[in-house]
């Protein structure tokens, strides 16, 4: 997370620990909730026997870390 949040903030230096939820946590857990309704920290048992398809954003923002250009 943290190597992800200072990318998308051109290389700033990020202090580990993390105290907090980063820049990049919030968009993957805003755009998630905005595909599938639930909020990453409150899947349950049920939701994990699910196949869920990653939509393009989500998927480059998850694997990428920022929505590629075309």
């Known amino acids: 997370?943290?190597?992800?949040?200072?990318?998308?903030?051109n290389g700033v230096k990020i202090d580990l620990p993390l105290k907090g939820i980063t820049t990049y946590e919030k968009i993957i857990h805003e755009e998630f909730a905005k595909v599938y309704g639930l909020d990453l920290l409150?899947?349950?048992?049920?939701?994990?026997?699910?196949?869920?398809?990653?939509?393009?954003?989500?998927?480059?923002?998850?694997y990428y870390g920022r929505v590629l250009q075309q």
Do not use: N
């Open 1 to 9: 997370m943290a190597i992800r949040d200072s990318e998308m903030r």
């Open 42 to 62: 409150e899947l349950y048992p049920q939701h994990l026997k699910v196949k869920y398809t990653l939509p393009k954003r989500l998927g480059e923002l998850m």
